[in-house]
């Protein structure tokens, strides 16, 4: 068998971060990682992806309103709601349960895990985060367009030694997303990325998922 390669070891090493630093990311790094990203290929070269990055007071400041609006509004999603259910939802539940037992929260303890899953809106203490957005008119090959660039952005992170994190929940209150960054009626918000230096002493940093067996996903059709 061949070393593994450096897109394998990347692939092999990434996880989602859900603490981080406080410490920005210098301003040369972060221009190098969004470069590396804008190489993403895109359906006829469209490059739908418009991105509003936040660092400093930007991100405790949205960090704030995004947590007090979640509190007091129902979930508005421009891509629409995700309903999990069969193979879904049992992978859903699997990550769920184990983040919570790598943070010591028992199932049956509600609050514990409400406090969890509001961390997503303060961007798990991230230094920076990016709101990812695209072209309505482009339908749903821009909202797969963003997911590859997105993809792009987090190994990219990866190879320049930051903890990142691809973030759905933020795109859960579109409405308030929309009018905090006054973004026009014809960009939908597809997802952030939090990302900054990892808090590794924190346990929920060493929390990992699985991943189905390849004979669940792929269909070979030889004949």
């Not at 450096?6 to 603490?19: K, M, P, T, V």
């Not at 590396?36 to 290929?41: C, D, H, I, L, N």
């Not at 509003?52 to 709601?81: C, I, M, P, S, Y």
């Not at 995700?82 to 193979?87: D, H, Q």
Request: proline fraction near 4%; charged fraction near 20%; glycine fraction near 10%.
């Amino acid at each position: 068998m061949t070393p593994e390669t450096e897109l394998e070891q990347l692939l092999a090493a990434r996880y989602s971060c859900r603490a981080f630093r406080p410490d920005p990311v210098p301003d040369q790094l972060v221009d190098r990682l969004f470069a590396t990203a804008q190489r993403t290929p895109s359906w006829c070269n469209t490059q739908p992806w418009q991105v509003h990055l936040l660092g400093g007071e930007a991100t405790a400041r949205f960090a704030k309103e995004l947590g007090e609006h979640v509190v007091a509004h129902e979930q508005v999603a421009d891509l629409g709601l995700p309903a999990y259910e069969g193979i879904h939802a049992d992978r859903r539940r699997e990550a769920g349960y184990g983040l919570y037992s790598a943070l010591g929260i028992a199932r049956e303890d509600r609050a514990a895990r409400s406090d969890q899953m509001a961390r997503n809106f303060s961007f798990f203490g991230a230094p920076h985060c990016a709101v990812v957005t695209t072209g309505r008119d482009l339908g749903t090959y821009g909202a797969v367009d963003c997911g590859g660039y997105v993809n792009t952005l987090m190994l990219g992170a990866q190879a320049l030694g930051l903890g990142v994190i691809a973030q759905g929940a933020v795109a859960m209150y579109s409405d308030f997303v929309r009018g905090w960054l006054d973004l026009p009626e014809d960009r939908l918000v597809v997802c952030a990325v939090s990302f900054g230096y990892a808090d590794e002493n924190d346990p929920v940093n060493a929390f990992r998922t699985t991943r189905a067996d390849l004979g669940d996903v792929l269909h070979r059709l030889d004949g």
